[in-house]
């Protein structure tokens, strides 16, 4: 009776929570194996692994996957560097330090699509952008980003809303280090690289998986920065498997590709995240 009271009241939760989770997965499976396309309602029934082979062969696939994993590495290794960098400079007390905390984290409130909208019409404008008019101040021609260097472009945006959020976890890591073991190396003579490579690097190593980690699964679905500045263009050139399914679902209106490819997306995070988080944790042990 004592047992059985508690998970008893614990059911209700539980059994929402596993239904949450599981119906959109297994409604996601379901269509993903039928023939189900709004312009054509008349074709149904069951379709097999036909939905998958469409979505694997489409000429888009290999570029929008490179692309994503292109993005992910990209991101992931500029926010990680630049996060401890910036979470080191800021660790130590200097005049002003709360302000400066507050103005680094507040790039990670702002919405994506008005990241991307800043980022295109201030910042990579070829005319009247500010990365424009310091191209002009050292006599040298405006970059076209988003049509010359569409991906990279994408990457520099996600990376700038991202890096506030590795700083912060950073920062937070740092605070719970031992002062006394990094007083006793400075006397024993270690130098600040051996400092940073022998004791705070391993102290960060389970803050830098959950960054790594929670940064995988978020930027696999990195569409409105996409769908605002390129579109996925020029060509295939900044599309991303999220975009693919966008394009299937909403511009083709096949609901059975667009479930393939999602179910494909969910199996390609699991393999990236176990393989980094592993490299990771070989490096750092």
Do not use: C
């Not at 719970?176 to 130098?191: C, I, K, P, V």
């Amino acid at each position: 009776m004592n047992r059985l009271l508690p998970r008893a009241l614990l059911a209700p939760a539980v059994v929402t929570l596993f239904l949450w989770m599981i119906v959109p997965l297994l409604m996601t499976i379901y269509f993903s194996l039928i023939r189900y396309n709004l312009l054509q309602p008349e074709i149904s029934g069951f379709a097999g692994l036909e939905n998958y082979q469409f979505f694997l062969t489409d000429p888009s696939f290999t570029a929008a996957v490179l692309n994503t994993l292109m993005l992910l590495g990209s991101v992931i290794v500029i926010t990680v560097v630049g996060g401890v960098a910036l979470a080191l400079l800021i660790d130590e007390p200097f005049p002003g330090r709360s302000l400066v905390r507050i103005l680094l984290i507040s790039p990670f409130f702002v919405m994506p699509t008005v990241n991307a909208l800043l980022w295109k019409h201030m910042m990579m404008n070829p005319i009247y952008g500010v990365l424009a008019q310091v191209w002009r101040f050292f006599g040298a021609q405006p970059v076209d980003w988003l049509t010359d260097v569409p991906l990279f472009s994408v990457i520099i945006m996600i990376a700038w809303q991202w890096l506030p959020f590795a700083t912060l976890i950073f920062m937070t890591a740092l605070q719970s280090m031992n002062r006394e073991q990094l007083e006793a190396a400075r006397m024993d003579g270690a130098s600040y690289l051996q400092q940073l490579r022998y004791m705070v690097l391993p102290h960060l190593g389970r803050s830098i998986a959950v960054v790594v980690m929670i940064e995988m699964i978020f930027l696999m679905s990195v569409f409105a920065e996409i769908f605002t500045t390129t579109g996925g263009g020029p060509g295939d050139a900044s599309t991303n498997v999220a975009f693919l399914i966008f394009k299937q679902a909403l511009l083709n209106f096949d609901a059975g590709v667009a479930s393939a490819g999602a179910l494909f997306a969910v199996v390609l995070a699991n393999i990236a995240a176990v393989f980094l988080i592993r490299m990771i944790g070989k490096n750092l042990d």
